[in-house]
């Protein structure tokens, strides 16, 4: 039985992701900075649990044993999202991370799978593909490509598997309340008469969170495939087009006030994801 550490366990992805690894018959180290919030999930009793908050860390640690020597470890942790233009990313979240994952790696972790973003890519439209020069463009992203990149590194000094997932959009329930989808729940459940939205014409590349949680977890216990893999559909969609399918799903109709706010300027405004390497993985399972 492989034993799994996951970070950011009590995150959006990491519910789905533990969940996903149970049903793959894993032995789950969950840790996350609040147990509270653990004990309300439905796999907390099922899990070993350690509480931890990376912001302090302590570099005469040694973490691989402090969680009881992982197989592998799925690193989703993360601060402060969605804030992507805070320089915190860069001068505060990259440093404690990086260092994190060195210390578990120099003491024994030979196993490693770390979350990226598809910001990475910068601002270019179109196909993403995996083997394109990142032009990150947001601090967020530039924290993320600097940390893949000494990895990268570290990684083949240490001999070690490393995969890093780069993720693309997502929906489902426990997203964030500022995210798109909660904020049209949230108008649906008030009888809102209409829902503020931008112009919806921005294509994207969207999966829904349990997706996406078994793709990790796919790619995670697979070590044939590594290095960078786009976690992704494939497929663009307008925003339009998927609030509209929401909508329909959900057996719901709202008025859509297009145009409300303006396109976010720190993404392009067409792109998806090349998943060729994905289902390489999915396909082999």
């Not at 463009?137 to 893949?148: F, G, H, S």
């Not at 990895?151 to 500022?178: C, D, P, T």
């Not at 995670?220 to 290095?227: I, M």
């Amino acid at each position: 039985m492989k034993k799994v550490l996951v970070t950011g366990a009590t995150g959006f992805i990491g519910n789905y992701v533990i969940k996903e690894l149970l049903l793959h018959d894993c032995r789950v180290i969950a840790t996350s900075s609040d147990e509270e919030k653990a004990t309300k999930t439905g796999w907390y009793t099922q899990v070993q649990y350690i509480p931890f908050n990376l912001k302090e860390f302590n570099d005469t640690v040694n973490y691989y044993s402090f969680f009881d020597e992982p197989d592998l470890v799925i690193h989703l942790a993360w601060e402060g999202l969605p804030n992507y233009k805070e320089v915190f990313h860069v001068e505060e979240n990259l440093p404690r991370h990086l260092a994190f994952l060195k210390n578990i790696i120099s003491n024994g972790l030979n196993d490693l799978l770390v979350t990226g973003t598809c910001f990475e890519y910068g601002m270019k439209d179109g196909c993403l593909k995996e083997d394109m020069e990142t032009e990150p463009a947001n601090p967020y992203a530039i924290a993320k490509d600097q940390l893949r990149r000494k990895l990268e590194v570290f990684a083949v000094e240490k001999q070690i598997h490393f995969k890093w997932v780069r993720l693309f959009y997502m929906y489902g329930k426990g997203q964030s309340a500022n995210s798109l989808f909660s904020q049209l729940d949230k108008a649906l459940a008030n009888d809102e008469p209409v829902f503020n939205m931008s112009g919806g014409e921005q294509e994207r590349d969207y999966l829904p969170v349990e997706e996406v949680a078994a793709n990790i977890v796919a790619i995670a216990l697979q070590n044939k495939v590594e290095g960078i893999i786009n976690c992704c559909s494939g497929k663009p969609v307008t925003v339009k087009a998927m609030v509209e399918q929401y909508l329909t799903e959900k057996k719901q109709t709202i008025k859509l006030n297009l145009g409300f706010y303006p396109y976010p300027n720190y993404e392009p405004m067409s792109f998806w994801g090349d998943n060729s390497k994905l289902k390489t993985i999915i396909t082999n399972e």
